[in-house]
């Protein structure tokens, strides 16, 4: 690099001095795995925060006040934000910006204010002690955050590294990949890597009984799939038979045109009007995390049956408003995307849709009678769009021999909001 490169040195010195947070991340080897500017930061805060372990691990170099996180956790970090400008230090756990506490802070302060140390990440730590290569396998946290998260993933064959959150999380994984048909995956637990106390040992899900875990600990797992497990597959249009539903459902094939037509994009939030079985939001979700959804369901019964949904297709974050639609859209998130599936010819339901929509967002609605579709064909006529005819048949025993057998069809309208897609 040539030495006109870059910041000349006293400016730099000048931004690291206005950065008045630091984020330490910290091993199992506590001060060993600390650089120079991590030790410096620590020793050098007016205020250290992090939890008991943390604070623990880094003893001999806070002269500051120590001060560990508040019971329950606060995740708009009042007590940090209130000493902005004071010389304040963080301490995590490995890498703060995966899955850690250098993400919650980031929502509430800006890069520039800053300095972060990061250390090795559990994951990091975990496949270098395997011989897993990083890039080819999935990674989840499961620390404070549901089991269920780890469904989709469970394909055969896949090699998974799952953080949990104490020492009773190994055995309750177990437990659940046993019961949904995956009890003959070889689970390891990696143990307080990096430290003293560092253990790996390996058993399956079905036979699980290692004694005496470590709190802080991850979950290898070599996924293998048993008669009947519960594979959750890829792409839209998943198997009927997959969910628990009462009738009321947008069947596979009606389904899967229907999520085409939303045009589902990464980070964006669908509302789901009229959800019956979930099944719209649930493949929503599914094509990606970054995606969110609100389920919204008039019918006590079908909306237990949503959360029961969800949480077997592991997207427990499906949001579920039990109510009545227009009234229960009011004070809801604004949606990037909107499928009415049910109750749409409902006095203003399809208005109040329209109006909510971001600009740029997109509406499909589809109709299986004619008072709904009566209702799209004049929103077509009003606000344009995309009317589609959807005609399906199924195989059916006709006598000794097999016929086609119509099912009602469906009436779609495609629609989006002028403006600009955020």
């Given at each position: 690099m040539?030495?006109?490169?870059?910041?000349?040195?006293?400016?730099a010195?000048?931004?690291?001095?206005?950065?008045?947070?630091?984020?330490?991340g910290?091993?199992e080897d506590?001060m060993?795995?600390?650089?120079?500017?991590a030790?410096?930061?620590i020793s050098?805060?007016?205020?250290?925060?992090?939890?008991?372990r943390h604070?623990?691990?880094?003893?001999?170099l806070?002269?500051?006040?120590?001060r560990?996180?508040?019971t329950?956790?606060?995740?708009?970090m009042?007590?940090?934000?209130?000493?902005?400008?004071?010389r304040?230090?963080?301490?995590?756990s490995g890498?703060?910006?995966?899955f850690?506490v250098?993400?919650?802070?980031?929502?509430?302060?800006?890069?520039n204010?800053?300095?972060?140390?990061?250390?090795?990440?559990?994951?990091?730590l975990?496949?270098?002690?395997?011989?897993?290569?990083?890039?080819?396998?999935e990674?989840?946290?499961?620390?404070?955050?549901?089991?269920?998260?780890i469904?989709?993933?469970l394909h055969?064959?896949?090699?998974?590294?799952?953080?949990?959150?104490?020492?009773?999380?190994p055995?309750?994984?177990?437990?659940?990949?046993?019961s949904?048909?995956?009890?003959s995956?070889?689970?390891?637990?990696?143990?307080?890597?990096?430290g003293?106390a560092?253990?790996?040992?390996s058993?399956t899900?079905?036979?699980?009984?290692?004694?005496?875990?470590?709190?802080v600990?991850l979950?290898?797992?070599?996924?293998?799939a048993?008669a009947?497990?519960?594979?959750?597959?890829r792409?839209?249009?998943l198997?009927d038979?997959?969910?628990e539903?009462?009738g009321?459902i947008?069947k596979?094939?009606?389904?899967?045109?229907?999520?085409?037509s939303?045009?589902?994009?990464?980070?964006?939030?669908?509302?789901d009007?009229?959800?019956?079985?979930?099944?719209?939001?649930?493949?929503?979700?599914?094509?990606?995390?970054?995606?969110k959804?609100?389920a919204?369901?008039?019918?006590?019964?079908?909306?237990?049956?949503?959360?029961?949904?969800?949480a077997?297709?592991?997207?427990?974050?499906?949001?579920?408003?039990?109510?009545?639609?227009p009234?229960?859209?009011?004070?809801?998130?604004?949606p990037?995307?909107?499928?009415?599936?049910?109750?749409?010819?409902?006095?203003?339901?399809?208005?109040?849709?329209?109006r909510?929509?971001?600009?740029?967002?997109?509406?499909?609605?589809?109709?299986?009678?004619?008072?709904?579709?009566?209702?799209l064909?004049?929103?077509?006529?009003?606000?344009?769009g995309?009317?589609?005819?959807?005609?399906?048949?199924?195989?059916?025993?006709?006598?000794?021999?097999?016929?086609?057998?119509?099912?009602?069809?469906?009436?779609?309208w495609?629609?989006v909001k002028e403006g600009?897609?955020s």
């Amino acid at each position: 690099m040539s030495p006109d490169v870059g910041p000349p040195e006293s400016n730099a010195k000048g931004v690291a001095e206005s950065r008045w947070l630091s984020i330490v991340g910290l091993g199992e080897d506590g001060m060993a795995g600390l650089g120079e500017n991590a030790r410096e930061a620590i020793s050098a805060a007016s205020f250290v925060f992090g939890g008991k372990r943390h604070l623990e691990l880094a003893a001999p170099l806070i002269r500051g006040e120590a001060r560990p996180w508040p019971t329950p956790f606060d995740s708009a970090m009042n007590d940090v934000v209130a000493l902005r400008g004071r010389r304040v230090c963080v301490l995590a756990s490995g890498d703060p910006f995966f899955f850690g506490v250098g993400v919650t802070l980031s929502r509430h302060v800006t890069s520039n204010e800053f300095t972060a140390y990061p250390a090795p990440s559990a994951f990091s730590l975990a496949a270098s002690r395997l011989g897993w290569p990083l890039q080819d396998i999935e990674t989840v946290s499961l620390h404070g955050r549901p089991l269920d998260l780890i469904r989709p993933l469970l394909h055969p064959g896949r090699r998974i590294l799952a953080l949990t959150s104490d020492e009773k999380g190994p055995a309750e994984l177990a437990a659940l990949l046993a019961s949904i048909g995956f009890g003959s995956s070889r689970l390891t637990v990696l143990e307080a890597l990096g430290g003293n106390a560092e253990r790996i040992r390996s058993g399956t899900a079905e036979e699980f009984a290692l004694p005496d875990i470590h709190v802080v600990n991850l979950v290898a797992v070599e996924v293998m799939a048993g008669a009947g497990a519960r594979i959750v597959p890829r792409g839209f249009g998943l198997d009927d038979a997959l969910f628990e539903h009462d009738g009321q459902i947008t069947k596979r094939e009606i389904r899967a045109l229907t999520l085409s037509s939303l045009s589902p994009r990464r980070g964006k939030l669908l509302w789901d009007i009229g959800a019956g079985s979930g099944s719209i939001g649930i493949e929503w979700m599914l094509s990606d995390p970054s995606m969110k959804a609100i389920a919204i369901e008039a019918n006590r019964e079908r909306a237990a049956r949503i959360r029961r949904n969800a949480a077997a297709f592991g997207v427990p974050g499906l949001v579920l408003v039990q109510g009545q639609a227009p009234t229960a859209l009011i004070g809801l998130p604004q949606p990037d995307a909107i499928f009415i599936g049910g109750g749409g010819s409902e006095t203003g339901v399809l208005d109040a849709a329209i109006r909510a929509l971001t600009p740029g967002g997109r509406l499909v609605a589809n109709a299986v009678t004619l008072d709904m579709e009566a209702v799209l064909l004049a929103a077509q006529a009003k606000l344009g769009g995309n009317l589609v005819r959807i005609d399906i048949s199924r195989a059916a025993p006709v006598g000794t021999m097999q016929g086609w057998r119509p099912a009602m069809p469906v009436t779609q309208w495609n629609w989006v909001k002028e403006g600009q897609t955020s």
